[in-house]
């Protein structure tokens, strides 16, 4: 058990519909991270919280939104869900801003039908 | 813009065997971190090592091993005497630390998939 949390593990859901994968981070952590495994892109770095503001941005798609909580939980919003959407969606976290060993959950794999 | 390229799609061993899986980065950074993760069948991402850009020593980590070589752009990996434990997707990646704000942003190359056959 890495110590990062995230639900569901698995998710069917009908294109045009709407998730929320959630992720809690190691205790005391302070970083999320959210990153995209799909076969054809890879593992693609989506989007970093810190301690609640965003703090860095990468390939995330406009109908994608992420947010951080008082208590660092986070949460990834997906909408208008398309067949391509479909993958392995980690969360990570990590501590200090200058330690960037990224521990990872165990991801929540998404089917989009 | 950063890239980070394993060529080597698919390894196949036989236990016992020892295995190099390589790595080459593409960066304008002077100052990076380097790191291999591993993905066993499980599916989670598995932390192996951290490399600073300025620290050019070769690891060791029991039958682990690994070999950054600046002047390459390369930081490739070792398996000695594999098992087939072993057998996972292992991935490099590449993330700056220049500006404090995007740790943890890493470019992952696209994974070798290794399979340790008993």
């Known amino acids: 058990d890495s110590g990062v949390t995230q639900t569901p593990k698995h998710l069917i859901t009908a294109t045009g519909q709407r998730v929320t994968l959630r992720c809690s981070p190691r205790s005391g952590d302070l970083s999320v991270y959210w990153y995209q495994q799909s076969l054809d892109q890879g593992l693609q770095f989506l989007i970093q919280y810190y301690n609640g503001e965003e703090r860095a941005k990468g390939n995330i798609l406009e109908r994608f939104s992420a947010q951080q909580f008082p208590d660092l939980h986070s949460e990834l919003n997906l909408s208008s869900l398309e067949l391509g959407d479909s993958a392995l969606y980690f969360c990570a976290s990590s501590g200090v801003m200058g330690a960037n060993v990224l521990t990872f959950g165990a991801g929540s794999r998404l089917t989009v039908l | 813009a950063q890239k980070v390229t394993q060529a080597q799609t698919e390894i196949s061993v036989v236990e016992k065997e020892d295995v190099t899986l390589d790595c080459v980065y593409e960066t304008r950074d002077t100052t990076y971190y380097l790191f291999w993760y591993k993905q066993p069948p499980s599916g989670e991402l598995v932390f192996l090592i951290r490399r600073n850009s300025f620290d050019e020593q070769n690891e060791i980590s029991g039958r682990y091993s690994w070999n950054f070589q600046k002047s390459t752009s390369s930081f490739n990996f070792t398996i000695t005497a594999s098992q087939v434990v072993d057998s996972a997707v292992y991935f490099c990646?590449?993330?700056?630390?220049?500006?404090?704000?995007?740790?943890?942003?890493?470019?992952f190359g696209q994974g070798t998939i290794l399979t340790v056959h008993p």
């Open positions: 990646a590449l993330s700056d630390i220049a500006g404090g704000t995007s740790y943890g942003k890493l470019t």
